[in-house]
């Protein structure tokens, strides 16, 4: 985007333009001197053409030389001006854009872009959402059933506001002899009491989007005005939401790679799968090979699912390496410098990967296994190979963010939900922990031949359960494993274990992820409060990789010491048994503990105004309906203003000009060129000649007006009587938003939509200047909330 630089004085050419002389008639004095100081009078006649200048009506600029700057008292240069404030949210909203690196979307390509997304909404979300089904116009639903809330739980009527939910009982209405079960919710002033049918099609469970499960304050019957206010700041802020969603998949299908080409050889290796497949997997087969071969974008697919295998060894041609901490250095160096020289086909490792030292010559497919586990620092370089790079990721239990872009479909997305048939569920007990309990668990495993994870938090304790276990199972070969071990130790005791020599293995989370030991099928884990929701459901994925039951028994040191997040999550666990439910539970879990880097702190704020819940319905509403909330601009050239304003500009200030003409011009172009530029040239001028006298300020209010008019997609500025008319393409539902979100309640309160015209009746008819100023201040306002989709 061409701009001007504001730090560079303007010099206007006097005869730059010959259509601009024909089109400006200059008298000058015939003792015209730039510098010429006295009180004699200078006569300046610039008559703009309606279509050259664009205001409607040709307008006579009358310039007067006097000693004073014109009629009225001009401002003080520091003053804060109704220009510099609106400038100011110009240069702020532009630096945001800036920051995030993302291109404006012309109209053709929200078109296109729109299309994507309600495609992708009615392929994915519906697969992902599970047992959410799609309500009526593909809309998925976020309410609540009733019968799963306890006495205490706050929860949120679409229409009524947040209130206390108490319980359910029957009770028979009036005229009536047949009792129905009632809903019963505590408001701030008063119960409600709804019929449970009535209620299921209205409720949500209000969840926020960090620990505090409280909210400020709760609704009131009577007085719905502050829920509709705060539902409608949810509202607007999801709008901002989805434009930036939008922005962030453009960028993305923006890069380019030619397809690959279909082969043979990928069926034949999709048909050596040792297994018959889910429904599930193949079509995550099908996703993965589409995504390859039939897009010229780069993939960035998210799979998620429990079970997973290598399955190269039959590929003899293929090579592949491995780094891992179990290697010397020598063998590291090795596959370094040969990922540097094209010598491997794949490179399996860690977050290692990511770092400086590894150059890739070529690289083309980027795997990541177990997203969750990454920092910020490789989340990064992840994001930075997506320009170019096809990336897979794999997660049986998402981070909040992929998941929130999964759900949105804003990232693409296939679920592995079905396990395979001879899979059962992992049977899971929570419970306090005893020692009486643990040994019976252990000895029930061991008197059926199988092995035992012993899970702790911490290394410290690991000594202490040995001890506790070499006493109660004295002929039993136990170890212990952890990160801090050498790694020869480590891997020696590694694979024992997996040799089946070591039948209880005592190990901190280092067990979490990549062990696949068919005969272990019962993990124990201590101190279960202290694990995460995803690591716990990954810790319990190490037993039941077979056709044999499996167990988890997950231990608590008090209930009492638990705090409310902690008991929600591992109710969450305890519910989500079944083999591939990770989706699900990483979903609860995003709802428990928060969106992470999803939401800035004032789209929290949004979230909590109405719970998550609800605020994701509310969001796929606003993308299944996105078309209906633009504003599709209108050209600047196309509007008229129809304003009898007709500023006299001091000679003072003419004298200060180097050439007032071209200044006129090039604030036109600006203007005709988008708001942004308007805004450099305004500052420039200011920056070079100092603030401008106020019949200035009232032209480059003018030419803000048309220019904010046109992003508007208002098309002609009206007066008749108090009566201010705009006749507009937008449509009263994107006005609603708009004016909803405005902060003046004079603006708002004196605006309404009228069949394709917004109209506001003002308390007596203004003077022309101050009608403009009027007018300028309501453009300013529905501007800043105006969403560029």
């Known amino acids: 985007m061409a701009s001007l630089d504001i730090s560079t004085p303007l010099i206007f050419k006097l005869n730059s333009s010959p259509k601009l002389r024909k089109l400006f008639n200059v008298k000058f004095p015939r003792h015209h001197n730039r510098n010429y100081k006295s009180k004699v009078s200078i006569s300046l006649s610039i008559v703009v053409s309606a279509r050259a200048a664009s205001i409607s009506s040709p307008t006579t600029i009358g310039i007067t030389a006097t000693t004073e700057l014109g009629q009225r008292r001009e401002k003080n240069d520091t003053e804060q001006d109704p220009i510099s404030i609106l400038n100011e949210r110009i240069r702020r909203d532009y630096r945001k854009r800036e920051a995030s690196s993302r291109p404006v979307m012309d109209s053709k390509e929200a078109d296109k872009y729109i299309q994507m997304v309600k495609e992708q909404q009615q392929r994915g979300l519906q697969k992902l959402k599970g047992e959410r089904e799609a309500k009526e116009g593909g809309v998925f639903s976020y309410k609540v059933d009733p019968y799963s809330l306890r006495s205490g739980d706050y929860v949120v009527h679409k229409k009524v506001g947040i209130g ?120 995550a087969f099908m996703d993965v090979e589409r995504d390859l071969t039939e897009r010229e974008t780069p993939m960035d697919r998210l799979i998620c699912g429990d079970v997973g295998f290598d399955r190269f060894s039959e590929y003899p041609n ?27 086909d794949i490179i399996v490792g860690t977050h290692s990967l990511l770092g400086s030292r590894v150059v890739y010559n070529n690289l083309g ?23 170019s790079v096809d990336v897979l990721t794999l997660s049986a239990t998402p981070i909040p963010r992929t998941l929130y872009l999964a759900l949105t479909g804003f990232r693409d997305a296939s679920l592995i939900s079905t396990p395979p048939p001879e899979r059962v569920p992992i049977k899971t007990y929570l419970s306090a922990y005893s020692k009486e309990k643990v040994i019976s668990a252990i000895k029930y495993e061991l008197d059926r031949s199988g092995q035992v994870f012993y899970v702790l938090p911490r290394i410290k304790g690991l000594e202490e359960v040995m001890d506790f276990l070499e006493h109660a199972f004295p002929n039993v070969e136990i170890a212990i494993a952890h990160g801090k071990q050498y790694s020869k130790q480590l891997e020696d005791t590694m694979e024992k274990f997996a040799q089946g020599e070591i039948k209880i293995l005592i190990c901190t989370n280092i067990v979490e992820s990549g062990l696949d030991i068919q005969n272990a099928n019962t993990i124990i884990i201590q101190d279960v409060q202290q694990f995460g929701l995803a690591q716990l459901y990954q810790l319990r994925g190490r037993v039941g990789r077979a056709d044999k039951e499996a167990y988890a028994h997950l231990f608590y040191p008090d209930k009492s010491l638990l705090s409310d997040q902690a008991l929600e999550r591992l109710k969450a666990l305890e519910e989500c048994k079944e083999l591939g439910q990770g989706f699900q539970l990483a979903e609860r879990d995003m709802g428990i503990r928060g969106f992470g880097t999803i939401f800035g702190e004032q789209q929290t704020g949004d979230v909590g105004n109405v719970g998550i819940d609800l605020f994701f319905e509310m969001l796929f509403e606003s993308l299944s309906k996105v078309e209906e909330h633009r504003v599709i601009s209108v050209p600047y050239q196309s509007v008229q ?10 000679s003072e200030y003419i004298n200060r000009l180097d050439n007032p003409m071209e200044t006129i011009s090039e604030a ?65 539902k994107v006005f609603k938003l708009m004016i909803d979100s405005m902060a003046s309640d004079v603006h708002r309160n004196s605006l309404v939509f009228d069949g394709d015209q917004i109209k506001a009746e003002l308390l007596l008819e203004l003077p022309r200047e101050q009608l403009l100023n009027w007018i300028f201040q309501c453009l300013a306002e529905l501007h800043a909330s105006l969403l560029p989709l």
């Open 164 to 283: 206390r939910f108490v319980g359910i009982k029957f009770d028979v209405p009036k005229g009536s002899a047949e009792p129905i079960e009632y809903l019963f919710i505590e408001y701030a002033d008063g119960m409600a009491k709804l019929p449970v049918k009535h209620a299921s099609r209205m409720l949500y469970r209000y969840n926020l989007p960090n620990e505090n499960k409280r909210p400020r304050t709760l609704s009131k019957l009577n007085d719905t005005s502050a829920w509709e206010r705060r539902k409608t700041k949810g509202k607007i802020a999801i709008q901002k939401m989805v434009v930036d969603l939008m922005e962030l998949y453009l960028h993305r299908l923006k890069q380019k790679r030619p397809p690959y080409p279909k082969s043979p050889a990928m069926a034949e290796f999709a048909a050596q799968f040792p297994y018959d497949p889910t429904p599930d997997q193949k079509q």
């Open 318 to 344: 293929i090579k592949v390496g491995l780094l891992s901490r179990f290697q010397t250095k020598a063998e590291k160096e090795k596959y370094l410098d040969m990922i540097k020289h094209g010598d491997l």
């Open 365 to 387: 497919l980027l795997v990541v296994d177990e997203e969750q586990r990454f920092g910020v620092k490789q989340k990064e370089k992840i994001a930075s190979f997506k320009t």
């Open 641 to 650: 203003i129809d304003l009898n304003v007709n500023p006299h500009l001091p």
């Open 668 to 732: 036109e172009k600006a203007a005709e060129k988008d708001i942004w530029n308007l805004m450099q040239f305004t500052e420039s001028l200011r920056s070079q000649y100092g603030k401008e006298p106020y019949s200035m300020e009232i032209l480059l209010k003018k030419l803000y007006v048309r220019r904010m008019a046109s992003d508007l997609a208002i098309t002609r500025i009206y007066t008749s009587g108090k009566i201010v008319g705009m006749k507009t393409n937008m449509s009263k």
